[in-house]
């Protein structure tokens, strides 16, 4: 018995080992088959670039949207390009697009700005590069309160009405001779938009020629932000303003600092200027009284002017110039509108803004205009506020990140022969072809939070504009010239080359041309 009394515990202690072992190297077998540690995921596709440059010298900067565009075709809708040490990635994919502007809207809803747009908005202070924060949600709830609503704008629309009037009656006064379009209606959008913020700009005395002047400060500007610049590719270098865009672009904003600047000082010198409702008043009021939860200066006013004047104006030039080109190519569009506008306003009848809501084709035609010529053909670049995965992609946080909408608009995957203009597509279907953004196949303005402050007023203008043109004119091309399609990439998609176009009046009573 005392053998086994012996033998008993230590045989024991060896199935117990045994039985250790097994269990230990089951675990060991879980962890490494069915708990692998899990992996980040991968960057998305792209082109190979060269060491340190990445793949700056192989984009087409002229045509950006385009060049973009055909890269996505062998890399697929999400990518990623080099800029300098910059990573970038774009987006041609409207799924895609709606994973950042809705999945993840608030991780993207800073912008990435550069040296030279920080230069040119006071430091980034102003509405379109002002970070995501109490002070940007300040400047777009003042915008949106005071100025882009419907009771606002219904309340200025004799300003609007004003300037369309004295447009029809300078184009009637040049009756069968070129006009060129964009010409026109810059001046008549500028005007628009001054009476609406500060009551006009009147002639003369310092502000001399502002219109003009102005117009010549952003045609300048615009290369300049758009210029790549060594500061914003290789960061490490970012006290430096080796090519000295920054020093251009900070004298162009001391340029429109200094003009506000006296806008300003001839409001605050009126007497009558208590009797003003107009933004400007708004404005100064909003600083005086220090009752908003951020800090509003008059900087603040000066870049929001900017943004709203610089904004107004281009937009919608680009947009009622490509209209009528596409119109003039295609005789039969312009027919059908004219057509619609008689019945709804009649051959004896002034046009007002308030026709344009039941003017149906006429807004199908402003829609397939912003599809095939989106205003921004690239989003503002955005800059994520930290890593998030994108259709099953890493984002670092800090990545530049582009959304091709003039891509996204032409997608043949969702658009029937996407090339073509063909308003009809947009008829019957008012509510799915909102500006609002939901529609991720159509994002004319943008999407998310950042979207386009100034919807409101362009769905009254634009249409407002273009039908003017079309009641009280038939156009025609000046003889032996031809419709140019070709487009010029910037901050709006311009026409290469201005329209040129003659009026001929269509209204029997002449009174209506006054």
């Known amino acids: 018995m005392i053998p086994n009394a012996f033998w008993q515990p230590r045989s024991n202690l060896k199935d117990v080992y045994i039985s250790l072992i097994a269990v230990?190297?089951?675990?060991?077998?879980?962890?490494?088959?069915?708990?692998?540690?899990?992996?980040?995921?991968?960057?998305?596709?792209?082109?190979?670039?060269?060491?340190l440059v990445g793949n700056i010298f192989s984009l087409?900067?002229?045509?950006?949207?385009?060049?973009?565009?055909?890269?996505?075709?062998?890399?697929g809708p999400i990518m990623k390009i080099r800029l300098g040490t910059r990573l970038c990635i774009v987006i041609n994919s409207a799924t895609i697009a709606k994973e950042v502007h809705k999945d993840h809207d608030n991780i993207f809803a800073n912008r990435d700005r550069t040296a030279a747009a920080s230069a040119a908005s006071w430091g980034g202070t102003d509405i379109v590069w002002s970070p995501h924060g109490d002070h940007w949600r300040m400047?777009?709830?003042?915008?949106?309160?005071?100025?882009?609503?419907?009771?606002?704008?219904?309340?200025?629309?004799d300003h609007r009405r004003r300037e369309i009037r004295t447009m029809v009656n300078t184009i009637y006064s040049k009756t069968s001779n070129s006009i060129d379009i964009g010409d026109l209606i810059f001046h008549t959008m500028y005007k628009v938009m001054a009476n609406m913020m500060w009551g006009g700009t009147p002639e003369g005395g310092e502000m001399a020629n502002f219109t003009e002047k102005f117009r010549d400060a952003l045609e300048k500007i615009v290369p300049i932000l758009l210029a790549p610049n060594i500061t914003d590719l290789f960061p490490v270098l970012a006290k430096f303003d080796i090519q000295g865009l920054a020093q251009q672009?900070?004298?162009?904003?001391?340029?429109?600092?200094?003009?506000?600047?006296?806008?300003?000082?001839?409001?605050?010198?009126?007497?009558?200027?208590?009797?003003?409702?107009?933004f400007l008043q708004v404005l100064l009021h909003l600083k005086d009284d220090g009752d908003l939860k951020t800090h509003f200066t008059t900087t603040d006013i000066k870049a929001l002017l900017l943004n709203?004047?610089?904004?107004?104006?281009?937009?919608?030039?680009?947009?009622?110039?490509?209209?009528?080109?596409?119109?003039?190519?295609?005789?039969?569009?312009?027919?059908?509108?004219?057509?619609?506008?008689?019945?709804?306003v009649g051959v004896n009848n002034i046009l007002e803004e308030a026709h344009c809501s039941k003017l149906h084709y006429l807004n199908a035609i402003?829609?397939?205009?912003?599809?095939?010529?989106?205003?921004?053909?690239?989003?503002?670049?955005?800059?994520?506020?930290?890593?998030?995965?994108?259709?099953?992609?890493?984002?670092?946080?800090?990545t530049k990140i582009l959304v091709n909408i003039w891509a996204i608009q032409r997608d043949i995957t969702y658009w029937k022969n996407p090339l073509e203009f063909q308003p009809d597509r947009f008829l019957g279907s008012e509510c799915e072809w909102g500006y609002n953004g939901k529609n991720p196949n159509y994002i004319p303005f943008g999407s998310g939070r950042r979207i386009c402050v100034g919807i409101p007023l362009a769905e009254r203008m634009v249409p407002y504009l273009l039908a003017s043109l079309l009641h009280s004119f038939n156009w025609k091309?000046?003889?032996g010239t031809k419709i140019d399609l070709s487009d010029t990439f910037g901050l709006e998609l311009k026409k290469r080359t201005p329209l040129i176009a003659i009026p001929l009046p269509r209204l029997s009573d002449k009174r209506l041309y006054i």
């Open 477 to 479: 091309l000046p003889e």
């Open 24 to 51: 230990i190297t089951v675990i060991i077998w879980y962890h490494f088959v069915f708990k692998k540690p899990k992996k980040n995921p991968p960057l998305p596709p792209g082109p190979w670039g060269l060491p």
């Open 308 to 344: 709203l004047l610089a904004a107004g104006t281009k937009s919608s030039v680009a947009t009622v110039e490509w209209a009528m080109t596409e119109l003039l190519r295609e005789p039969k569009f312009m027919k059908k509108a004219q057509e619609e506008i008689d019945e709804v």
């Open 366 to 398: 402003v829609n397939e205009t912003l599809r095939l010529h989106p205003g921004v053909p690239l989003s503002f670049p955005k800059c994520p506020s930290e890593s998030c995965t994108v259709s099953g992609y890493m984002i670092p946080k800090g």
């Open 139 to 157: 400047l777009r709830k003042i915008c949106v309160k005071e100025l882009l609503n419907s009771t606002r704008l219904d309340a200025l629309y």
């Open 60 to 75: 087409d900067q002229s045509n950006l949207h385009k060049c973009l565009a055909k890269l996505s075709e062998t890399y």
């Open 249 to 278: 672009a900070r004298m162009m904003c001391m340029w429109f600092d200094s003009e506000f600047d006296t806008i300003i000082d001839q409001r605050l010198g009126n007497e009558d200027k208590e009797e003003m409702k107009d």
